[in-house]
C-alpha cells in the first residue's frame, strides 16, 4: 500500500536534491529512494551521495537493515542524511 509523506534532504544530499525536501507516494523505503532517483535522474550526483547515505525514518535509523523491509507510514519522514566531517 502506498503512503504519502516527506523526504527530508540534508547537508550534501539538499544540494545534490537541488531541494530541502519532496513528498514521497510509495509503501517502503526502497520505492521511495527508486522514485527518488528517477526524479533527480538529469543531477547524477544526487545518486552518488544517495548511495553514501544514511536513513531515518519517522525519527528511526535504519541502519544497515534492507530497505525494500522498511514501511512508510502515511504521512511519515524520511531523512537523508550523508556523512558528516568533523567529530
Known amino acids: 500500500m502506498a503512503a504519502h509523506g516527506t523526504i527530508r534532504y540534508w547537508a550534501a544530499a539538499k544540494a545534490a536534491a537541488g531541494a530541502a525536501e519532496e513528498p514521497y507516494r510509495e509503501?517502503?523505503?526502497?520505492?521511495?529512494?527508486?522514485?527518488?532517483?528517477?526524479?533527480?535522474?538529469?543531477r547524477p550526483e544526487f545518486a552518488r551521495v544517495l548511495s553514501n547515505c544514511s536513513f531515518l525514518v519517522?525519527?528511526?535509523?535504519?541502519?544497515?537493515?534492507?530497505?525494500?523491509?522498511?514501511?512508510?507510514?502515511?504521512?511519515?519522514?524520511?531523512?537523508?542524511?550523508?556523512?558528516?566531517a568533523g567529530g
Open 27 to 42: 509503501g517502503t523505503l526502497a520505492e521511495a529512494l527508486t522514485a527518488a532517483r528517477e526524479r533527480h535522474a538529469a
Open 58 to 84: 519517522d525519527g528511526n535509523p535504519v541502519g544497515t537493515r534492507d530497505h525494500s523491509g522498511i514501511e512508510l507510514a502515511d504521512g511519515g519522514t524520511v531523512e537523508v542524511l550523508p556523512p558528516f
